[in-house]
């Protein structure tokens, strides 16, 4: 009976540090950044909640793997491992929420580097422009210059001919 109710208080303790653990780092990640532009501390927040949430997944393993082997010294063996999944499934969903957020936060962020790279296109459009029409107006000259040429020789060559005939 003692050794039960070690046990007992040994799941109470992991089910309530693993709660407890799991709200705080969640509230503590999961909080927004002062300003909405700060974009890089967004990326890091992405990062770090992605990192909590497979720290999460990890302890929820460890947590359960130990409430499992402490159900096989009770006597009711099943309700002690079903209420060791729940346990597990009640972390696993805090870490899906935090990877759910996360993601909406990166689609935020990637959704303004668009926005920010089309914007620099719109902005750098006249610029390419002006060089697109200087490397036109360089080629069209060395066309030209190629094409007096090619008609330069031509006629030294039809020169040599008249004069090699007369």
Same mark, same amino acid.
């Given at each position: 009976?003692?050794?039960?109710?070690?046990?007992?208080?040994?799941?109470?303790?992991?089910?309530?540090?693993?709660?407890?653990?799991?709200?705080?780092?969640?509230?503590?990640?999961?909080?927004?950044?002062?300003?909405?532009?700060?974009?890089d501390a967004q990326?890091?927040?992405?990062?770090?909640?992605?990192?909590?949430?497979?720290?999460?997944?990890?302890?929820?393993?460890?947590?359960?793997?130990?409430?499992?082997?402490?159900?096989?010294?009770?006597?009711?063996?099943?309700?002690?491992?079903?209420?060791?999944?729940?346990?597990?499934?009640?972390?696993?969903?805090?870490?899906?929420?935090?990877?759910?957020?996360?993601?909406?936060? =990166? +689609?935020?962020? $990637?959704? /303004?580097?668009? #926005?920010?790279?089309? %914007?620099? &296109?719109?902005?750098?459009?006249?610029?390419?422009?002006?060089?697109?029409? =200087? +490397?036109?107006? $360089?080629? /069209?000259?060395? #066309?030209?210059?190629? %094409?007096? &040429?090619?008609?330069?020789?031509?006629?030294?060559?039809?020169?040599?001919?008249?004069?090699?005939?007369?």
């Amino acid at each position: 009976m003692k050794q039960v109710m070690k046990v007992l208080w040994v799941l109470g303790i992991l089910g309530v540090l693993s709660t407890s653990t799991t709200a705080a780092l969640a509230q503590e990640v999961v909080a927004p950044p002062a300003q909405a532009e700060d974009w890089d501390a967004q990326r890091t927040q992405v990062e770090a909640m992605r990192k909590q949430a497979q720290q999460m997944r990890e302890e929820a393993k460890n947590v359960n793997l130990a409430a499992q082997k402490a159900c096989w010294e009770k006597f009711l063996v099943s309700s002690c491992i079903d209420d060791a999944k729940k346990s597990l499934r009640a972390s696993e969903h805090e870490a899906k929420r935090i990877e759910v957020e996360s993601s909406e936060i =990166k +689609r935020r962020i $990637q959704a /303004h580097d668009r #926005e920010v790279k089309m %914007q620099r &296109r719109i902005d750098e459009a006249p610029q390419r422009a002006a060089e697109s029409a =200087k +490397r036109a107006e $360089q080629i /069209h000259l060395k #066309e030209e210059d190629a %094409q007096q &040429r090619m008609e330069k020789k031509q006629a030294d060559i039809a020169a040599r001919r008249l004069s090699g005939k007369n």
